[in-house]
């Protein structure tokens, strides 16, 4: 109540720059989405620099949260999108999903704006509300993209490139945002290139962060070799890979652990199966050396499995940030990333960036398990490099183009915007 009185009375003496976010994923205890980790830090880091941010997700029921945090507040207004929905597989429940959330969330932000008019709109995942929120609200519209489907879709199962025709449409008002983010340079390229109608200075790379708070060295001895590797059980991510890496690795030296948070879904694809099942052999084969977690796991002991690992690996066949990676590295932990996607601006020289091959992947690894010192040089570059993408700073940046964004009169004010926004897209 305290608090609520400080900031109402702030309010009075100077309106805060409110902030509406759209996405059907925010983060839970033990998420591991991208998106999610990224509206709910994203969020956080507005509200410390005085904004009033409104988020607008997904949730198990209808509920509104508000939370003060430094000089501004967090509202988080939830929407239950599954009681609508039938019983279908989890590739169709999700496209519906979030077709649903598009349309039920616009009356929660419709009802928000009436009280008090937003400056920005910023959509992440979905387009589809925040274009439309654009034109009834009169605020400013951001989309960022995390990734790009047509490209990402080439490494998914049948099932999701059935729904690409619906992903196509629903991104088909890519040109109307006046503001597009990326979360890499290679990304921004990608998009560029997709669609040409799109001018470069519409476009900037502002990258996810990482919770350096969380994520971050223990120095205990290390108890065992252990290699670690977390993602979705997709063929982008290349779970097929990982588990030809695992097997040659684990025949190579009888000492190495492998272990892998890789949640799964309780309906897969025939493909995906098939793999789930070669996995599972690879458990059988090497049940104290095979460690698999088919369940998420919570940031804080995500951040103990980071500390106790030797080396993380990543071949992703597509891979537009590498959230995960960025995480081992503020741990200190030396990275074997494929140079796919953003994965190589984040790395630099603070890991190893090779080619995606099994062979290339176990000599590195086993290279990396049995050379000390090499594993110390590229920990120290890691936890230097993870420090350029704090939270704090990345919600600055943010906010800065939220602000810019803002007061631009006309679509076409592009040299203006340039000007304004040098320096904003470094790395």
């Known amino acids: 109540m305290f608090e609520k009185l400080i900031y109402s009375a702030k309010s009075l003496l100077n309106k805060p720059f409110k902030v509406g976010i759209i996405s059907p994923q925010y983060l839970d205890k033990a998420s591991n989405q991208g998106v999610a980790i990224h509206t709910y830090y994203l969020s956080e880091g507005l509200a410390k620099l005085g904004c009033d941010v409104h988020v607008f997700t997904m949730g198990e029921k209808d509920s509104v949260k508000t939370e003060f945090i430094g000089e501004g507040r967090r509202i988080v207004h939830k929407i239950n999108v599954n009681s609508g929905l039938p019983q279908v597989d989890p590739t169709l429940k999700r496209k519906l999903g979030t077709f649903m959330f598009d349309s039920l969330i616009l009356t929660k932000i419709f009802n928000e704006n009436a009280k008090e008019k937003f400056d920005i709109m910023h959509s992440q995942i979905t387009m589809n509300s925040g274009l439309i929120s654009k034109y ?28 690409m025709g619906v992903v196509n449409w629903m991104q ?25 109608a799109l001018k470069g200075s519409r476009v900037f790379n502002i990258p996810n962060g990482v919770d350096l708070e969380t994520f971050k060295p223990n120095n205990e001895p290390l108890k065992d070799k252990r290699v670690l590797f977390i993602a979705r059980f997709s063929m982008e991510k290349g779970i097929d890979i990982v588990e030809k890496i695992s097997r040659r690795v684990l025949k190579e030296d009888s000492e190495i652990k492998i272990e ?39 940031r804080e002991k995500l951040n103990e499995i980071y500390n106790q690992c030797t080396v993380y690996i990543q071949p992703s066949r597509y891979e537009s940030f590498g959230m995960t990676v960025l995480e081992a590295m503020a741990c200190g932990k030396a990275t074997i990333v494929s140079n796919r996607g953003g994965m190589p601006e984040i790395v630099r020289d603070g890991g190893m960036v090779i080619p995606l091959n099994t062979k290339l992947f176990v000599a590195g690894i086993l290279r990396l398990i049995g050379d000390y010192r090499l594993r110390e040089r590229y920990s120290r570059r890691a936890i230097k490099r993870a420090e350029n993408f704090s939270w704090e700073d990345i919600s600055k ?6 602000k810019i964004i803002a007061k631009r009169k006309e ?17």
């Open 397 to 402: 940046r943010t906010l800065e183009l939220y």
């Open 172 to 196: 088909s008002n890519v040109t109307y945002p006046d503001a597009i983010i990326s979360v890499s340079e290679d990304l921004r390229k990608d998009i560029l290139k997709a669609y040409p």
């Open 260 to 298: 892998l948070i890789v949640p799964i879904d309780n309906y897969l694809s025939e493909s995906m199966e098939k793999i789930k099942k070669r996995l599972e052999a690879t458990e059988k084969e090497f049940p104290e050396r095979f460690i698999w977690h088919k369940t998420s796991v919570d």
């Open 411 to 427: 679509a076409d004010e592009t040299e203006k915007i340039e000007e304004a926004m040098k320096g904003l897209d470094r790395a």
């Open 136 to 163: 009834f609200t009169d605020a400013k519209w951001i989309h960022t993209f995390h990734s790009l489907e047509r490209l990402r879709v080439k490494y998914t199962s049948k099932e999701n490139k059935r729904y």
